[in-house]
Each structure stands twice: as structure tokens, then as C-alpha cells.
């Protein structure tokens, strides 16, 4: 049977980058020119090309500033989940930070779309070990799923699963949806979207989903619409985080393309539809059994 892999957008404009309060405060942000919808219709453009079907993790703030766009993403079939409303780390947040963060971006896509969001992905991945705490708010306000912990050193946890799993938490379960890595012997490497998958050899990428399919598991790719833009404004920034924000966009396009000719993608609730069935069929068994 083939795997279905899984699509997602950040949904987010160039100037969202996390830890640069100092250059970039929110504050400033209204004022600062947009280049999210221009971009976002180049994915839907592809998307539609090529029939596919996925999830995009809306920041708050965009929704609220181009509901129109939500309202088009959702009419071509996507599903909305939300990448929270200000664009900051969970870890810098306080838990009632985070929830009223949470609260604000769900309302907001909510009266958009009418629809209740299942989905949550933390900018920079940022559910880590110093945040845990915030997978039982997720779960107490109701998400059906989270993608935010990533099996990467510095920003995640290396020992992080590498495969979609179930979370039982204090007061309920969460599944969880990790971004692709590759595995190596000495460090695993983010091959599953941003300056990752523009960078590392195509073949390498495809053969990590490859792997991963072979063990009947989803790969998870994720793309930013500022990386469909050769022309994005140029800022002044530490070197490091305009190598992750410019490295070899001019792949960006290409890679999709590549990757929508060889894979089956899918969005994360409906891969989650067949996880829960699966597990409910394999339950029912070891019942049976074990009775």
C-alpha cells in the first residue's frame, strides 16, 4: 500500500524570525511591507496543479490582517491549523503566555473559517525539554495534534522520535508529528524543510522518505512562503539566520515540484484519520486476544 506523506506551510510572512525582537520588534511589524499572499498563491497555484492536499499552520497575525487569504486556502481544500498568534518560542513564555497566545489565534481563524483548528505547530519548534508543559495546555484546549518537537540538537532533542506517535498526557493523549530528519551516525540532519531541504543533495532527501515509507511511517515536509521569494527585503541580520532565511531559496520551487512528482502528500489530519483507525483495529485484536 502506498504512504501517504504529509504537506505543511508555515503560514507566516518574511519578516516572522524568531529571536530577532531587537531588529525586527512586533511592534514594527504592521509597518513593514507584506509579501505573504503573493507568495502563498504561488503554493496554491502548485498545490492545485498537482492535486494535493495540505496543512497549513496560520499565524495569528496573518489570519487576522488577510482573512480573505485563510478563507481561499480553505476553499481549495487545505486544512487550517495554527502556528499561534505572535510568532514566539514557546520557552520564552510563561504557560499563561502561551495559552492566551493559543486563544487569540484560534479565535480569530475560527471566526474565519467556522471550523474548530486540531492542529498546532510552535514557531522554531520550540515544544522542547524546558516546554513540555505545553502539550497539556494543547490538550486541555482541545488539539487533536502537535507538531512542534523535533528529534534535531539545540533547537529539539536528538532522542525525539523520529515517527508520528500518540502522547498520554496528565489529562488526556496528543499525538505528535515530527518535521523528517536524516539519520547519521553522529547527528540527525533537518532534511524535512527550510534551508535543509533547499540545501542537502535531492537524492539524499528522497531516499529518507523512501526509508521512512518502507516502515509505513509519513514523511513531514514543511515550507514557508518567504522561501518562494528570490526578492524578499534584505535586513540586517546576524549571519547565521540569513543562511537559514536566503540559503539556495532559488530550490524551493524546484524541490516541491520534485518531490509532488515522486511522493503522495497528503495534510496531517488525514493521515491521523488512518493512524486512529489502525490503532482501533489493532486494539480491538489484542481485546480479542487477550480475552
Known amino acids: 500500500m502506498t504512504v501517504e506523506n504529509i504537506l505543511t506551510i508555515d503560514l507566516e510572512d518574511w519578516f516572522h524570525i524568531c529571536g530577532v525582537d531587537d531588529l525586527i520588534p512586533e511592534t514594527g511589524w504592521p509597518q513593514l511591507e507584506s509579501r505573504v499572499t503573493a507568495n502563498t498563491f504561488k503554493i496554491l497555484d502548485t498545490l492545485s496543479q498537482k492535486k494535493v492536499q495540505a496543512t497549513f499552520f496560520v499565524l495569528g497575525f496573518v489570519a487576522e490582517r488577510y482573512p480573505d487569504l485563510i478563507s481561499e486556502i480553505e476553499k481549495a481544500g487545505h486544512e487550517i491549523a ?21 486563544i487569540k489565534a484560534v479565535s480569530i481563524i475560527t471566526q474565519i473559517t467556522g471550523r474548530p483548528v486540531k492542529g498546532y505547530r510552535a514557531p522554531e519548534w520550540s515544544i522542547r525539554d524546558d516546554s513540555l508543559w505545553a502539550l497539556d495546555i494543547l490538550q486541555k484546549e482541545g488539539f487533536e495534534y502537535d507538531s512542534s518537537m523535533t528529534p534535531l540538537p539545540i533547537i529539539g532533542n536528538q532522542d525525539y522520535s ?27 540532519l533537518p532534511l524535512g524543510g527550510g534551508w535543509g531541504l533547499r540545501v542537502f543533495p535531492y537524492n539524499l532527501i528522497r531516499s529518507t522518505i523512501r526509508e521512512l515509507n518502507r516502515q509505513g511511517q509519513p514523511a513531514v515536509i514543511f515550507l514557508h512562503p518567504r522561501e518562494f521569494d528570490r526578492n524578499n527585503p534584505r535586513i540586517r541580520l546576524p549571519l547565521a539566520k540569513k543562511f537559514v532565511l536566503n540559503a539556495r531559496v532559488e530550490r524551493t520551487e524546484k524541490r516541491l515540484e520534485r518531490l509532488l512528482n515522486d511522493f503522495n502528500f497528503t495534510s496531517v489530519s488525514n ?14 485484536y489484542t481485546d480479542k486476544v487477550s480475552s
Open 162 to 188: 523520529r515517527m508520528p506517535y500518540r502522547l498520554t498526557l496528565d489529562e488526556g493523549q496528543l499525538w505528535e508529528f515530527p518535521p523528517m530528519v536524516g539519520s547519521t551516525p553522529l547527528v540527525n
Open 82 to 102: 495554527t502556528h499561534g498568534y505572535s510568532h514566539k518560542q514557546v520557552y520564552t513564555m510563561t504557560p499563561d503566555m502561551f495559552r492566551q497566545d493559543l
Open 271 to 284: 493521515v491521523l484519520i488512518k493512524k486512529k483507525i489502525a490503532l482501533n483495529k489493532f486494539q480491538s
